[in-house]
């Protein structure tokens, strides 16, 4: 599985890019999955349902699902992104971070405002269609999904199964 991180700004652009990338990898034949980092103060359930009141009553995991979706839900004590990367989503070919800037994972930064992340954070990757300066060993790329795509093919190395860090 291969494991990358879109890391930006707020606003920078993260989460569009994101969803243009996704039907290109899948034209590829690739199965896709993501992960959006969220503060720890989201509840992503909603308080008052009964998902909601099954969690606060002790229940370790509670599932919603209907004929069409479904979600799970689980409370953790600041447990690793990694084993519930290879619980939940290890049989996917490439999962794709948004967020996650602290995490051990290949990280591309999308940049459009501010000061860029790149030599604060280390990153493989810049895309942007702004003149910015980048540390060396840096990739600039342009805001283009099928370049990203073929960036992550080549550049972005697969995790042995069971070993995701």
Known sequence: ????????HKGSGKTQLICELIPILRARG?????????????????????????????????????????????????AELSGFLEKFLGDLDIVILEGFKRSPYPKIEVYSIGEPLAGEIPVLAVVTGRKVVVPDGVRLLPR????????????????PRGKPD
């Not at 599985?1 to 930006?8: C, D, T």
């Not at 992960?35 to 919603?64: C, N, S």
């Not at 099928?146 to 995790?159: K, N, P, S």
């Open 1 to 8: 599985m291969k494991i990358v991180a879109f890391i930006g």
């Open 30 to 78: 690739y199965r896709v999955g993501t992960v959006k980092h969220v503060a720890p103060e989201v509840e992503p359930d909603r308080p008052g349902k009964d998902t909601h009141r099954h969690r606060l009553a002790g229940a370790e995991r509670v599932m919603l699902f209907s004929d069409r979706h479904g979600a799970l839900f689980w409370d953790h004590d600041g």
């Open 144 to 159: 283009d999904p099928e370049v990203i795509a073929d960036f992550i093919e080549t550049e972005i190395g697969d995790l």
